[in-house]
């Protein structure tokens, strides 16, 4: 299975960048943002450093059940921190072991301290699906003799 630098080659031929929101953004703003670009969650970013992750779950469990104001509220009062990042160099499998046994949907990935990436569980599933569809085909040519 490929690594965390492997995937995010691949990801980046259609995405060209990280969308963040920082800190002290307003909620409204954030979720505006998610929307314009149809993603589920955004790295926070402060000082260049990733200090949390908001997500479309911290949105409607911290503003909507609570009745809180988006306009007003700041990102970091709702944002999941401290956040769990991953590095270019870990498997896909770690991935999966960390955002299953944390109950994660999206992982920043950091490299010397900056943020290079956002793997989503999405992301890792189609990676696992295209490598099972691949040794599947290798198993058949092998079968046939070819």
């Known amino acids: 299975m490929k690594n965390v630098a492997q995937l995010l080659k691949l990801k980046l031929k ?6 963040t929101i ?12 998610m ?8 790295p926070v970013v402060a000082d260049g450093q990733v200090v949390g992750v908001l997500s479309e779950r911290d949105y409607a469990r911290k503003i909507v059940l609570q009745k809180r104001q988006s306009s007003t509220t700041p990102v970091r009062a709702i944002m999941s921190a401290p956040v769990i990042t991953v590095g ?3 498997s896909l499998e ?3 072991a960390i955002m299953t046994d944390s109950h994660l949907r999206h992982l920043p990935v950091v490299d010397n301290g900056k943020l290079v990436g956002l793997l989503s569980i999405g992301d890792l599933v189609k990676e ?12 058949q040519q092998y079968i046939r003799g070819e």
């Open 22 to 33: 920082g800190p002290d953004q307003p909620v409204l703003e954030a979720v505006q943002r």
């Open 35 to 42: 929307a314009e670009h149809n993603v589920g969650a955004l």
């Open 88 to 90: 270019l160099a870990d």
């Open 14 to 19: 259609h995405t060209a960048q990280v969308h």
């Open 128 to 139: 696992a699906i295209a490598e099972q569809a691949s040794l599947i085909e290798q198993l």
């Open 94 to 96: 770690a991935c999966m």
